[in-house]
Each structure stands twice: as C-alpha cells, then as structure tokens.
C-alpha cells in the first residue's frame, strides 16, 4: 500500500552496479499513516542500492531524531533513532511482499516504492517505554514524577505505611 510518492526508487535506467540515493521524513510522512506517537520527526534514509541482472538489494540506514513524549512523565523530549534494513527484491509473476527481507515485485518493473519499508522500520525500532533522560539521571523536575514517588513502595517505611508488611519484608532476606 502507497500512501505517499515521495520514496520511489526508479531502477529501470540504472546500470549494473552500485548506486547511492537519500530520502528525508518529516512528521507530515508518518501522518499519512496516522501514527501520533511523534511530536516532531527529522530523518534521513541513505540507501545502498546493488543492482544485478537478477536481483536487486538494498541496504537502508536511517538516522535522525523524534520528539515523543515521555512514558512516566508525559515530558516531550529528543529521541535520537538509528536503525538498520536488509532488502532483497526479486522478480516474479506476482507482488509479493509476506516476507520482511524479500519483496518480489512483477517481470516488467521499473520502481519500487519503499515508503512502507521506511515507516516500519522507523516505528518498529522504536523502544516499547520511552524514558526521559531526565528521569533516568534525576535531573527532570516534574510534577507528575514527584506525585509518583509518593505512591512509591520501595521507599522506606513512612508513617502511613502498613506494619504487617515488616514480616514480608523480613522473608525477602
């Protein structure tokens, strides 16, 4: 499915060999999709193409940065992304793209359209909890973070603190 024509790799004229083409995203590219999780996006493609008689292969690297909003704090913040695509595109009788590393594409074919490839491979490697890196070193001074400490149950006994958790407490030693 082609939801955006601005990631077309036409490969009809090239020649045999190694060629080198770049794509940028910004945040427009992943509202075509409907995915909100991005405040902001600035990334950049940079696509190894090898074409054969046979075959075509890419090798697809992707760097750039996201801003997404913090799992615990709802804080936004600057996510730096990086990530890695293997593809291996074939010709066949019929489109087929089941496999994550194979796209078979019609005898006939002059380009591939690879903005589904990008958009997954962008929203794939992103971390299942998005931390802010204030919080992992203490330096983020938030409201919701302060009111979570106080509903924290690794913190010391406090006066509103059950005493016959001591004995469970004791089982752990």
Not at 116 to 133: K, T
Request: hydrophobic share 35%.
């Amino acid at each position: 499915m082609s939801l955006s024509n601005n990631f077309v790799l036409k490969f009809a004229g090239l020649k045999d060999g190694k060629h080198k083409f770049e794509y940028e995203a910004d945040l427009n590219f992943f509202k075509l999709y409907d995915y909100s999780e991005f405040n902001d996006a600035n990334i950049k493609f940079k696509i190894d193409f090898n074409k054969k008689s046979t075959v075509l292969e890419l090798q697809i690297v992707c760097e750039g940065v996201v801003n997404i909003n913090c799992t615990l704090s709802n804080e936004p913040f600057d996510y730096n992304l990086e990530s890695q695509l293997k593809l291996i595109v074939k010709f066949g009788e019929y489109y087929d793209n089941s496999n994550d590393e194979l796209l078979i594409l019609p005898q006939g074919s002059h380009s591939i359209n690879l903005d589904q490839f990008l958009y997954e491979m962008v929203v794939l490697s992103m971390p299942i909890r998005n931390v802010h890196p204030g919080i992992e070193d203490g330096s983020i001074k938030s409201d919701i973070i302060n009111r979570l400490k106080d509903f924290d149950i690794n913190k010391e006994k406090s006066s509103n603190f059950d005493p016959r958790w001591d004995k469970l407490k004791q089982l752990k030693k």
